[in-house]
């Protein structure tokens, strides 16, 4: 028994499901690919899969994960990527399989590239609209919580950020605190913007690539 | 595929997933390489179109044929349909994403009477004009409509131009064939109409003229231009032949019923007199164990589904059901397949077929007793003994189930207040049964759930003449179970009478109502089917601006020799053997089921099915 990563992206029609029927489609993938993985025991037995940072509906994934438990030592990785590409749907692509090098809860840190445009303005003025929001020594928030609304600070959860004029668009390159405790979701960041300058922006949202606390990437 | 337009909105509507495309096994093609491309709408959300089979059948047959190009439409759901419209967005097919107005074909399904003002709203959405009279005479959106409800099409008769009476497998092609060639020969719509008319299984409203008695009934029905005087269904003959897809898409987004299903006979063998689908499918028609048992397995193969479903109207009637089920477990377990059996009979339940699906999960076990009473059982024709049923749910209480789910209908023809409360002691009974079911479960108690929905009379029934009780005492029979109930052990479900009563003036209504269902589409309406949607008094009102009274469709007596709206259709069921049977209600008496007896209904004519089975090795 060894324990696998698999990388994949997800992008195009498949940009637009949940994180739980990402989970179902890759369950049907891999029990359709009869690659010999490890299965649940027990009254309805599925292949056993875990992520270990699940994607928001409406991202794009460029670098994203899943381990399984390959049960054939010897199966090869080449194999492993042939055999799901051809029973995922076009949205999802395999690119590489490695072992599991560190631990599924080390990841600490995900960058991201965000795209914001509004129709008919100029996409400077959007620049200048992030800068002065992400520039504020806090960036107040209202979330959700078990014991109702509360406020939280944003902005310890920012890493890095860049932010550069392109031709239709501003595009912020930041990276974000992510994993179970301190998670930063980019939402929180635009929906701060728009709390912030009353407009609603086209967004979109690719996750490039994870890091550990010390900023190595992900393995 | 989804595009730019779209994309720039898509994140503001709830599961936007179902919107895009894109899933397994999706057929994509080139439309300059296809000769016909076709929309198959379904007036319903994605999640529950896709569940539905017939149109996973068609879809993949369509496809299968070269020239054909066969895409997806679903209805948009609220938030999706107000986005479109603000900017502009018609409504287009899921593979290509092109607008609806530009298909040659636009088929719909319909499969409820609510889900009419959804067909029209899709139109309407895509930029095609509603009514086949407003349309262009070019070759191009050519409306079709087929499934259960198209056997009375007269409420909708003014937007369609062709309607596939019977099983669509066949008589599709044929006019998709025709329609091909007619091209060719630059024929125009009417003339390609006209043509289409002669194929058996196709009616083409537009070519005849109703006229009407004062009362409202209807005076005659005149076909125009030579179009056949009777529309017969199509039927198709031998199963095992029949095309079955080998492959589904399948879908990103959870659906409705979210598995590989195989279809395994048609038809039904009971005739529970209320019962639409046991009349317009006959002959019961079976396939072999061993067809289904290789489509079975490709079909898991392809679409990667854990769980296959084995579907038809009365799972347990199937006369290889233990073959079938040996066949079938020889791989299952193996692959980490399961396999689930729906709509089992109550005299159905036995060990062999339980121990063979291990499948039935402990917590669900329905029952439709359709009626309390075994004088309103025997009315229906439902064949179920009040001790088969006790036996049935002890058997279950001993293997360790705790709940029960009961299904009745309220409004029957004959029904009094006692049968009503039957329900009540019905609920009780298995109550009881529980706690005299000595190995019952350990330190549990027993929950049974009553659901009691509301008769719709439909046509092709024997009781179609019938009236429907009026809202006011379908609710005072609500009332009366809820207080005969004694235990809390017992919870009550009914489902709501004015859907009810809606369905039963569309159900068997006639061409008047097209101008109700042409102002309904004009003010908005659609999701008639969802509670988020459905308002009886904004149709009320609707009726009342056409001068039209619906309790005439509804709750109006009619005579065995009035003209019925469907009369020029002919399902394969005689009208004789309908009026014989509804007389046989009144007297409570009994058919039994066709592999008993043949009772002579008509649907013999068609040289196939359980009507030429051997009757010797009787269940
Ligand atoms: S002809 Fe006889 S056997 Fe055939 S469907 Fe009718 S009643 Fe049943």
Sequence with gaps: MKNV???????????YISHLD??????????KSKIPIWHTEGFNPHPFATFPLPLSLGFRGVNECMDVRLEDDDYSFEEISKKLNACLPRGIRVFNVTEAVMKAGKVAFASFTIHLSLDNKPSGLICQQLNDLLEQDSILIEKKSKKGMKTVDIKPGIKSYSVTEKFDSACLEIVLSAGSSDNVNPNLIISALEQKTGAEYNVDVTRNDLYNSDMEPFR | MVSKEVEKFLLKVQKPGRYVGGELNEVIKNKRDVEVRFAFCFPDTYEVGMSHLG?????SQFNSVPYIWCERVFAPWIDMEEEMVKR?????????????????????????????????????????PIKTADRTDELKQIVVAGGPCACNPEPIAEFVDIFFIGEGEEVDLEVIELFRECKAQGKTKREFLRLCADIQGVYVPSLY???????????????RD??????????????DSSYYPDNFVVPLVEIVHDRAVQEIFRGCIRGCRFCQAGFIYRPVREKSPDTINAQCHALCENTGYDEVSLSSLSSSDYSQIVPLLEKLTS???????SISLPSLRVDGFTDEIMNKIKTVRKSGLTFAPEAGSQRMRDVINKNVQHDELMQTCATAFAGGWTTVKLYFMIGLPTETMDDVADIAHLGQAVVDTYYNTPNHAKGKSVRVTVSASSFVPKPFTPFQWEPQDDIPTLHEKQKHIIESIRSKKIQFNYHDADTSFLEAVFARGDRKLCRVMELACERGFHFDGWADCFSLQKWLALFEECGIDPAFYANRRRSFDEILPWDHIDYGVKKSFLISECQKAYENQTTPHCRLKCSNCGAAKYGRGVCFEKRQNLV
């Design chain 1, 5 to 15: 990563r698999i990388w994949f992206k997800k992008d195009f029609e498949c940009r």
């Design chain 1, 22 to 31: 990402l989970n179902r489609t890759m369950l049907r993938a891999l029990h």
């Design chain 2, 55 to 59: 149109m996973k059948i068609l879809y």
């Design chain 2, 88 to 128: 502009h967005i018609p409504l287009y097919a899921l593979e290509s994403g092109d607008p609806l107005s530009d298909f040659d074909f636009i088929g719909f399904t319909l499969q409820y009477e609510l889900s009419f003002s959804n067909m029209l709203n899709m139109l309407k959405l895509g930029g095609v």
């Design chain 2, 209 to 223: 003229d109703v006229d009407y008695n004062s009362d409202g009934t209807i005076k005659s029905f005149t076909p």
């Design chain 2, 226 to 239: 030579g179009a056949p005087a009777v529309i017969h269904k199509r039927v198709m003959t031998d199963m």
């Design chain 2, 331 to 337: 791989w299952t377990s193996d692959e980490k397949v």
